[in-house]
């Protein structure tokens, strides 16, 4: 059992899709476990980053609105650049960019199942 999309096909089980998005807040300088939702206290209005909406989100039935995919894509793709090309996340990760323009692009939301 895991995580899949409405717009690619990239999976991951949960415990791996955690453990992406936690590596993606400690590129832009926040400790995941430490906001609200993963066991913290920490609010995500105190993050100011295009990559907000992928980090404060359900795994479960969650959802990105089309103007999100976009700003989250572009910033993801910037992220897995960052992290070069021996990340072990990113050929899901750039599945997940590809499919998050996909839905932005034709006007849609960017689904989790």
Not at 66 to 92: F, M, T, Y
Request: proline share 2%.
């Amino acid at each position: 059992m895991g995580l899949d999309f409405s717009h690619c096909d990239a999976s991951w089980s949960y415990t791996n899709f955690h453990e992406f998005r936690s590596e993606l807040a400690e590129m832009v300088g926040i400790d995941l476990s430490t906001m609200e939702g993963f066991g913290g206290t920490r609010s995500f209005d105190e993050l100011h980053d295009d990559i907000k909406p992928l980090l404060d989100l359900s795994d479960c039935d969650g959802e990105l609105s089309p103007d999100d995919c976009q700003r989250v894509a572009n910033r993801l793709e910037e992220l897995i650049a960052k992290a070069g090309e021996e990340w072990h996340h990113r050929s899901k990760g750039l599945l997940l960019v590809e499919g998050l323009r996909d839905a932005a692009s034709h006007r849609e939301h960017f689904l989790f199942r």
